[in-house]
C-alpha cells in the first residue's frame, strides 16, 4: 500500500495495484456520514471495434451496447441488485460515458457489506436470452426521454457535426434498432474484453479506515480466478481535423431557440501532463472570454442574445476533443455569428488580457475548493484523470502555472474557422 | 453528540442560524425569505432576486460585481426561488473556500458576508427605482425562464398537473411567476415591492463551516439591521378527504415520449403525527429503485424507464410520473392504481418495510453532509413552524411500523391523472 499525500488540501490517498491488475485508491473524508464508491471500467460508448477476448480479428459492436451492458450488469439469477443494496441501506446507481463505464453506490451504513456487493455484482455476470430482450422495452423509453430532450439534441446534434468517423458521434445509448441487434453473445463478449480487473479502477471515499479497506479489497480479490490478459486491442478509423459539416438546424417542439458553437480539437493523442494543461489552459481561455465577468458576457447579455443558461466547456480525451459554447437564445444567427468572431479575433491576442487571466485562474481554483468537498466529484474525476494518466490533485499547481502565453499559443494552435461548427434548435 | 449542531439567535428582523463543522473545505452561506404564495405578488418575487444579484450601489453592474466574486476565490453566489407548501421562497446562497487552504489568508467570509449585505441593502437604483437596463434585462430573462418549461416536458406536465389539480388555490402559481404579469413590472412597483418584502418577510440567515460563532454573530451585527416583524401565515386552509373519482387531462403534443403525472391528495404534511409514515409510505410505493412502482412499472412490465412517485412535504401533495409509450397509457395507470390499492389493503412486505428504512435513514444522512442540504434540512422546520431535530427524525423512522404506514396509505388519494402524448397513430 503507497500513502500519496497532499499538503495544501490536507487530504491522504491511499493506493494499490492488486495481483490481478485492479487499481484500488482510498480516501478518507474526516466527519462524513456517507462512503462513496465507483467501480470503473475503461469501456465506454466510442470502443465499438477490437479484438474480443480470445479472438484474433476486429470485431465491430452494436451501437449502444456498452450502456446497454451496464444496464444488465444489475440483473441476477436470484434478482435485481438494487433490491440487495436497499437492504443494507445504500443508493446504487451507475452511468456510461463515452470512455468509461461506473458502477457506484453511497452507504451511511453497512459499508463493507456494500462494497463486497458491488465488486461482486460487476465481477458475476449473469445474461440470459429473455432478460436481454425485456431490456429493450426499458432502453428503448430512455431513449425516447432523450429524443425529447433539446438539450442533449443540441448536444449530440454539434458533436454529430464536428466527426466524421470517430464513434463519439453515436449517440451513448445508440437508437431503438441498433439494440433491437444485441444479444447475450454480444453482451459476454464484451464483458470478457473489458471487464477484466486490469482494465478497471475502484475508488472509496468516505468514512472508511484506508487499510482495513484496501485489506479487505485484496482479500476479495485473492479469492477470485483471473488470468492475467493482453493489453486490449481497440480499432478507431482516421479522423480528419476539420469538422464534417459546418452548420445544421434541428426544428423540435419548443418555445427556445437554442445555439451552439463547437470548436473541434486537434492534438488529441495527448496524454497525462500534457492533457492536463491543454484541458486546463482551454477552460481559462473560455473563462477568459464567457466568464460572467468578463466585458463580451456583458455585451451579449445587454443585447439579449444569451440568458443564464449560456454555457461553455472544453473536454478532450483520448481521439477526441471539443469546446461547446452557446445556450438558449431569442437570436441564433446572431449569437452564433458573435462567439465566431470572438473566437477567431482570440487568435490574434484580442481579448486575452493578464487581469482576465489572473482572475479566471483564481476562481478556478475556488471552484476546485468547492468540488473537494463532494464525495462524487473526488471519485469520478479521480478516474477519469487517471485513465488519461493525469493528476486530479495537480489541477491547482497547474492552473497557477498558466500563463498568458500559453493561452495565446493555444489559441493560436487551436482555433481555425474549418473546426469550428454551429448547431441550432429552432421550434417548430 | 447530535448530528448537527445549530446554534440559532434571534436577531431583529430576521434568525441567525450558524452550523459550525470541519468537513468542508468552504463555508456557506444562504439568507432566506419567505412569504405567502399569492397571484398579485407571486411574479414580483420571481424576478426581485434576479434583479438584485444583477448590480448594486458598489458593483453597478453583473460585471463588476462578477470580477469581484473572482477576485474572492471564485465565490459562488447564486439566487433560487421554491414553492414551499403555500409560501413563496427567495434564497441568495455564496460559498466561499475557507481561507485556511489558501497561501494568502484573507477574510473571506467577511468579505462574502459584506458582499451579501451590499447585495440586500445597498442595490442599484436611486429615487425609489432600480436601475432600468437592469430591470429590462431581468425581465425579457424572467419571460424566457417561464417559456422554457414548455420545452422541458416533465416539467410541463409537472406545471400543468399543478394548475389543473389546484385551479384556484396559490399552490397552482409557479415559482417563476406569471408569464402574463411580467411586462407590466416597472422599476419603481419593482422597489416598491423590494421594501415591503424586506419589512414583511420572515427571514434567515444561515452559516454553516468552520467558523467561529461569536465572531459571525458579531460581523452579523455590523451587516444586517432590520426592522422587527410578525410574519405573515399562508391562509390556504387544509382539505379534508373526499373519496370523488380522479379527474383525467389528457393533452397532445408533438413528442415521442408520453408523460404520465399523477397528482395525490394525502391531507398530511411535515410536523403532523404521520408524517413520518406518509414518508415511508412514499418510500414503499414509489420512492426508489426497490420501491412498488419501480418494480411493477419498469421491471416486470418494461413499460417505463422512469417510473416514480415524489412528495412536497409542507402542502401534502404526492406526484406519481413515469415516461409511457401513449399506447400504453391504460395499463400504466392500471399498474400504478394496483400498488396504490396494494399500500391501502397493507400489503407491505418485511423485506420492503426494512429496504424503506434503511435507505430514508440513509438518505437523511447523506443529505447533512452537504452544507446546502444540512441547510434545506433546517428550514422545513422554519417553513413548518416545528421543531424537528435530525435525531428524532431518524429515532422515528426505526419506530414507525407496517400498520402506520397502512392508515397513512388510507388518506391517500388519486385526485387528478394527467396525460401528455405524442401524436403516433394519427
Redesign the interface.
Same mark, same amino acid.
Given at each position: 500500500m503507497e500513502k500519496i499525500v497532499f499538503d495544501q488540501l490536507q487530504e491522504e490517498l491511499f493506493y494499490e495495484k492488486m495481483d490481478n491488475g485492479l487499481d484500488v485508491y482510498v480516501l478518507q473524508k474526516k466527519g462524513f456520514n456517507k462512503t462513496y464508491a465507483t467501480f470503473t471500467t475503461k469501456y465506454g460508448s466510442i470502443d465499438n471495434q477490437f479484438i474480443p477476448q480470445g479472438g484474433n480479428d476486429f470485431i465491430h459492436v452494436p451501437d449502444g451496447i456498452a450502456h446497454f451492458l451496464e444496464h444488465k450488469m444489475f440483473e441476477k439469477e436470484d434478482g435485481d441488485v438494487f433490491q440487495h443494496f436497499s437492504r443494507q441501506g445504500a443508493s446504487a446507481n451507475a452511468f456510461t460515458s463515452f470512455t468509461r463505464t461506473a458502477y457506484l453506490f453511497s452507504s451511511t451504513d453497512n459499508v463493507q457489506n456494500n462494497l463486497e456487493t458491488l465488486i461482486n455484482f460487476v465481477q458475476e455476470p449473469y445474461f440470459t436470452e429473455k432478460t436481454v430482450e425485456k431490456e429493450k422495452g426499458i432502453i428503448g423509453q430512455e431513449i425516447r426521454m432523450y429524443d425529447d430532450n433539446s438539450d442533449w439534441q443540441s448536444y449530440f446534434g454539434l458533436i454529430q457535426n464536428m466527426y466524421h468517423t470517430h464513434p463519439v458521434k453515436i449517440d451513448i445509448a445508440g437508437t431503438v434498432e441498433s439494440i433491437a441487434d444485441i444479444t447475450k453473445d454480444h453482451l459476454y463478449e464484451c464483458y470478457r474484453t473489458f471487464y477484466h480487473p486490469s482494465n478497471m479502477l475502484l475508488f472509496v471515499v468516505g468514512s472508511i479506515d484506508p487499510q482495513e479497506t484496501i485489506e479487505f479489497v485484496r482479500e476479495n480479490q485473492s479469492k477470485k480466478d483471473y488470468t492475467d490478459q493482453p493489453e486490449i486491442n481497440r480499432l478507431f478509423e482516421q479522423e480528419p481535423a476539420e469538422v464534417k459539416e459546418q452548420k445544421r438546424v434541428l426544428k423540435m417542439n419548443v418555445q427556445t431557440s437554442k445555439c451552439q458553437v463547437g470548436l473541434k480539437a486537434i492534438d488529441t493523442e495527448l496524454q497525462s501532463e500534457q492533457l492536463q494543461k491543454r484541458e486546463s489552459t482551454m477552460n481559462v481561455m473560455l473563462d477568459m472570454l464567457f466568464g460572467k465577468s468578463s466585458p463580451l458576457y456583458y455585451q451579449l447579455y445587454r443585447e439579449g442574445l444569451i440568458d443564464e443558461t449560456f454555457y461553455y466547456d472544453f473536454t478532450q480525451e483520448k481521439g477526441f476533443g471539443f469546446a461547446m459554447i452557446g445556450g438558449d437564445t431569442a437570436k441564433p444567427d446572431e449569437l452564433e455569428k458573435r462567439i465566431r468572431t470572438i473566437l477567431l479575433e482570440t487568435k490574434t491576442g484580442k481579448h486575452l488580457t493578464e487581469e482576465a487571466l489572473k482572475r479566471s485562474i483564481k476562481k478556478k481554483i475556488g471552484s476546485f475548493l468547492r468540488a473537494v468537498n463532494s464525495p462524487e466529484y473526488i471519485a469520478n474525476q479521480f478516474t477519469r484523470y487517471t485513465f488519461n494518466g493525469m493528476n486530479l490533485f495537480e489541477v491547482v499547481p497547474v492552473l497557477e502555472g498558466i500563463t498568458l502565453d500559453d493561452v495565446l499559443n493555444t489559441a493560436r494552435q487551436m482555433i481555425s474557422e474549418n473546426r469550428l461548427t454551429t448547431f441550432h434548435i429552432l421550434p417548430k | 453528540m447530535a448530528?448537527i449542531n445549530e446554534t440559532i439567535i434571534k436577531k431583529k428582523g430576521y434568525n441567525l442560524h450558524i452550523v459550525r463543522? /470541519?468537513?468542508?473545505?468552504?463555508n456557506t452561506i444562504v439568507w432566506k425569505m419567505k412569504a405567502p404564495l399569492q397571484k398579485e405578488t407571486v411574479t414580483k418575487r420571481a424576478l426581485l432576486p434576479y434583479v438584485l444579484q444583477s448590480g448594486s450601489e458598489k458593483y453597478p453592474? $453583473?460585471?463588476d460585481l462578477?470580477?469581484y466574486? /473572482? %477576485?474572492?476565490?471564485?465565490?459562488?453566489f447564486y439566487v433560487d426561488l421554491a414553492k414551499k407548501g403555500d409560501y413563496h421562497t427567495i434564497s441568495f446562497s455564496m *460559498? @466561499? #473556500?475557507?481561507e485556511k487552504?489558501l497561501?494568502e489568508g484573507e477574510p473571506l467570509l467577511e468579505q462574502a458576508l459584506q458582499f451579501l449585505h451590499e447585495i440586500l441593502q445597498k442595490p442599484n437604483a436611486e429615487n425609489g427605482a432600480f436601475n432600468s *437596463?437592469i430591470v429590462i %434585462?431581468e425581465k425579457?430573462?424572467l419571460k !424566457?425562464?417561464i417559456?422554457?418549461i414548455? %420545452? %422541458?416536458?416533465m416539467r410541463y406536465a409537472s406545471a400543468r398537473l399543478l394548475e389543473e389539480m389546484y385551479a384556484g388555490d396559490p399552490y397552482a402559481l409557479q415559482s417563476n411567476g406569471i408569464l402574463e404579469d411580467v411586462e407590466g413590472i416597472n422599476e419603481t412597483d419593482l422597489y416598491s415591492y423590494y421594501e415591503q418584502a424586506f419589512t414583511g418577510d420572515e427571514m434567515d440567515l444561515y452559516i454553516v463551516g468552520d467558523v467561529e460563532a461569536g465572531q459571525v454573530e458579531k460581523m452579523a451585527d455590523r451587516l444586517f439591521q432590520f426592522n422587527s416583524r410578525t410574519p405573515q401565515s399562508s391562509k390556504a386552509a387544509k382539505t379534508a378527504a373526499t373519496s370523488v373519482k380522479p379527474k383525467e387531462i389528457k393533452e397532445k403534443?408533438?413528442?415521442?415520449?408520453g408523460k404520465l403525472h399523477i397528482g395525490c391528495r394525502t391531507h398530511v404534511t411535515f410536523g403532523d403525527d404521520d408524517y413520518i409514515a406518509l414518508q415511508l409510505f412514499n418510500g414503499v410505493f414509489g420512492g426508489?429503485?426497490?420501491s412498488k412502482l419501480?418494480?411493477n412499472v419498469? *421491471?416486470k412490465e418494461? =413499460? #417505463?424507464?422512469?417510473a416514480a412517485s415524489r412528495l412536497e412535504s409542507h402542502k401534502g401533495f404526492l406526484m406519481v410520473l413515469s415516461?409511457?409509450?401513449s399506447k400504453n397509457y391504460t395499463k400504466a395507470v392500471e399498474i400504478i392504481r394496483e400498488q396504490l390499492t396494494a399500500m391501502k389493503n397493507g400489503e407491505i412486505s418485511d $423485506?420492503e418495510l =426494512?429496504?424503506?428504512k #434503511? @435507505?430514508i435513514?440513509? !438518505?437523511l444522512? *447523506?443529505t447533512? /453532509?452537504? #452544507?446546502r442540504g444540512v441547510i434545506e434540512m433546517l428550514y422545513q422546520n422554519v417553513v413548518a413552524g416545528k421543531e424537528m431535530t435530525i435525531d428524532h427524525w431518524l429515532e422515528a423512522v426505526e419506530q414507525t411500523t407496517k400498520e402506520e404506514i397502512t392508515a397513512v396509505a388510507d388518506k391517500v388519494e388519486m385526485d387528478t391523472i394527467y396525460f401528455l402524448s405524442g401524436m403516433e397513430g394519427e
Open positions: - | 448530528l463543522t /470541519d468537513k468542508y473545505k468552504t453592474t $453583473s460585471t462578477r470580477s466574486l /473572482d %477576485d474572492l476565490y471564485g465565490a459562488s *460559498e @466561499v #473556500a475557507n487552504f497561501k *437596463e %434585462d425579457r430573462n !424566457q425562464r417559456e422554457s414548455y %420545452d %422541458d416536458k403534443q408533438e413528442i415521442n415520449q426508489f429503485s426497490h419501480f418494480t419498469r *421491471e418494461s =413499460l #417505463a424507464y422512469y415516461g409511457i409509450d $423485506s =426494512l429496504q424503506t #434503511a @435507505v435513514r440513509n !438518505q444522512l *447523506e447533512i /453532509d452537504t #452544507a
